[in-house]
């Protein structure tokens, strides 16, 4: 399910004011619901993916509590297993292809082998999420969850869940937990800035991607303006995609009386390499 997308149109209102009708102690399974259902919109058998990464995670975390000479064992399994289904779904076929040709320029005759797998949606957010709470708990700054409820709900929100940002542990899971009360003036703010990434995505990263797209479809077509200028526009584009896709989770979560943290920070304006990366993905990069 797309943010930009109408079957999201229809299901925004519907969680959102049976959230607020719910009493606050039955929000977080109706949001836990409705956040399962939102990832399994895109392809119901890739739940497993997310519910495995998390059983993962709970578990080890409990574990670093009861075994502390172990910590570091249980840290590394947990990166195995929750790396290790990013990189079979995500890699897999880049590096088989890779080693065939690195062996091929040596004569060595490899025929690689690829996997018709679809990439399942927002697996390096959730995967990084997961991550980042275990990381907290081997770290003592977080305890370890004992509902596993919260900690599904902490690593399937729905708003952050296809894009991020990836939340840290320390601001989003007390949050879950707490109690909840209906602001209109957060509520509000939230639908301005959900209108504000809409309008970058739709309006400027949409129509900038149609002249990029085409320069870049057929470069030996196109002089050296036409492609300064698709460079230009893809510039704009990327960071009003990913940017408008931040600002709609950040405002819909709002909704929710739920804060994400900013992604970015006028990263064009960085004045070095460094400043630049501590405004663009700021969820990743810290």
């Not at 275990?134 to 900690?151: C, F, G, H, M, T």
């Amino acid at each position: 399910m797309l943010f930009n997308s109408l079957a999201f149109a229809i299901f925004l209102p519907i969680v959102f004011f049976l959230y607020w009708a719910l009493p606050n102690k039955y929000r977080p399974i109706w949001i836990l619901i409705t956040s399962y259902y939102f990832y399994m919109s895109w392809n119901v058998k890739y739940v497993v993916l997310i519910l495995f990464t998390t059983v993962v995670s709970y578990g080890c975390a409990i574990l670093m509590q009861k075994w502390k000479k172990k910590k570091t064992v249980l840290l590394c399994a947990t990166l195995i297993a929750s790396l290790g289904v990013l990189f079979f779904f995500k890699y897999f076929n880049f590096f088989s292809l890779s080693a065939a040709n690195v062996l091929g320029r040596f004569a060595i005759q490899v025929h690689p082998v690829t996997l018709s797998l679809m990439l399942p949606v927002g697996i390096s957010f959730y995967t990084f999420q997961t991550l980042s709470y275990v990381i907290d708990v081997y770290r003592n700054e977080v305890p370890p969850q004992k509902s596993y409820a919260k900690l599904l709900l902490y690593i399937s929100f729905f708003p952050q869940l296809v894009a991020g940002p990836i939340e840290r542990t320390s601001n989003l899971l007390p949050q879950i937990k707490g109690e909840h009360r209906f602001d209109k003036e957060k509520a509000t703010g939230g639908l301005l800035l959900m209108a504000w990434g809409f309008f970058k995505k739709l309006v400027v990263a949409d129509n900038l991607a149609i002249y990029a797209d085409q320069i870049f479809d057929d470069v030996h077509y196109y002089g050296g303006f036409s492609m300064l200028l698709a460079a230009l526009f893809f510039t704009f584009q990327i960071y009003c995609d990913f940017s408008g896709y931040s600002d709609i989770a950040i405002g819909c979560a709002k909704l929710f009386d739920i804060n994400l943290m900013t992604n970015f920070r006028s990263p064009y304006f960085a004045i070095s390499i460094k400043d630049f990366w501590s405004r663009w993905h700021i969820s990743l990069s810290t």
